[in-house]
């Protein structure tokens, strides 16, 4: 069976992939979490780059390829786990999900709206990093119970829908921690 998410469901999800995956970066100025060793998205950076080569479409690639890099490092923890393709995490949310949020990106690319104007009030890329507000969002979408394991932070929860388990694996980031804590949870059959 295959799961169809509505536009405003993977922008929500898309606002927490990409506002993390912001946050996760290790070269900003100022300094932000430094999950990943990236600095796509800032003006004063790669967000620089991306203007000058996609004048039309830079903020979203910046954004797309941040969401990679986070990806990436979401997938290396994964594999540490005995099921990795059996779990949940912020940047896994199964095969078919995951293609609708990368059709869902390629369509605001294509387009070319302001990020801030399509993905509401989670998305904090563009605005000065603050790490209180940042930890502020994520103590918005609720307070897991959580089992800190060697490979990351299981919840101990069942989510009805990939959005919501979107905004609890957000939430399991609080604590922040100085390396990306993998939150996961047991994907809904």
């Known amino acids: 069976m295959s799961l169809r998410l509505s536009p405003a ?14 946050a996760g970066e290790a070269a900003g100025e100022p300094p932000r979490l430094g999950w ?23 903020p979203w690639a910046s ?19 005995a099921r990795g393709d059996a779990v949940w995490s912020l940047f896994h949310l199964g095969f078919s999900v995951d293609e609708q949020l990368a059709d869902r990106l390629a369509q605001h690319r294509h387009q070319r709206r302001p990020p801030a104007e399509v993905l509401g009030a989670r998305f904090l890329v563009g605005r000065p990093w603050s790490k209180t507000t940042f930890e502020s969002m994520l103590a918005s979408l609720g307070q897991p119970k959580v089992q800190i394991t060697p490979a990351g932070r299981r919840l101990d929860v069942t989510a009805a829908s990939p959005v919501e388990a979107a905004a609890l694996l957000a939430a399991a980031l609080l604590p922040l921690s100085a390396s990306y804590p993998l939150p996961f949870l047991e994907a809904v059959a």
């Open 9 to 22: 469901h993977l922008d929500e999800i898309l606002a927490l992939q990409l506002t993390v995956a912001w």
């Open 36 to 58: 990943w060793r990236s600095d796509l998205v800032d003006p004063e950076a790669g967000g620089d780059l991306f203007v000058r080569l996609l004048p039309k479409t830079a």
């Open 63 to 81: 954004l797309a390829l941040v969401r990679e890099a986070a990806r990436r490092v979401d997938e290396a923890g994964r594999e540490k786990l």
